[in-house]
C-alpha cells in the first residue's frame, strides 16, 4: 500500500516561497507508468489541482500557477517537493499530495489512487 505524507512550514510570509515536501513510501516515485500530483484546498473552495510530475521526470503546471510553481523530486529519498514563489494570503489552503497512474491533471479525489493527508499552510505577516 502506497502512502503519502507531506510536511513543510505551517506559516510563510507573504512574498516568499512556499516550499512542501511530499515522502512517499510503499512504492516508488519513479515506478513507470505513474505520476504524483499537488492539489490544494483553500478554505471553504474547491480542489485546485497545481502541478503533477511523471515517473520520467517530466512535469505539467496549471496554467494559472505556473508562473509560480515548480515540482521536482529526488528518487533517492522518495520524495517530491513543491515550490511556490511569491505567495500572497490567497495561497493559504491545505495542500496535498497524490499519486496516480498516468497523468491526470485534474483535482477530482477519484482519479488518484492514493493521497497524503494534507498540510495546513497559512500565508500571513
Known amino acids: 500500500q502506497v502512502q503519502l505524507q507531506e510536511s513543510g512550514p505551517g506559516l510563510v510570509k507573504p512574498s516568499q516561497t512556499l516550499s512542501l515536501t511530499c515522502t512517499v513510501s510503499?512504492?516508488?516515485?519513479?515506478?513507470?507508468?505513474?505520476?504524483c500530483s499537488w492539489i490544494r484546498q483553500p478554505p471553504g473552495k474547491g480542489l485546485e489541482w497545481m502541478g503533477t510530475?511523471?515517473?520520467?521526470?517530466?512535469?505539467f503546471y496549471s496554467r494559472s500557477l505556473k508562473r509560480r510553481t515548480s515540482i521536482s523530486r529526488d528518487t533517492s529519498k522518495n520524495q517530491l517537493t513543491l515550490q511556490l514563489n511569491s505567495v500572497t494570503p490567497e495561497d493559504t489552503a491545505v495542500y496535498y499530495c497524490a499519486r496516480s497512474r498516468g497523468v491526470k491533471m485534474t483535482p477530482s479525489r477519484n482519479a488518484y489512487d492514493s493521497w497524503g493527508q494534507g498540510t495546513q499552510v497559512t500565508v500571513s505577516s
Open positions: 510530475i511523471v515517473y520520467s521526470g517530466s512535469t
Open positions: 510503499g512504492g516508488s516515485i519513479a515506478a513507470e507508468f505513474y505520476a
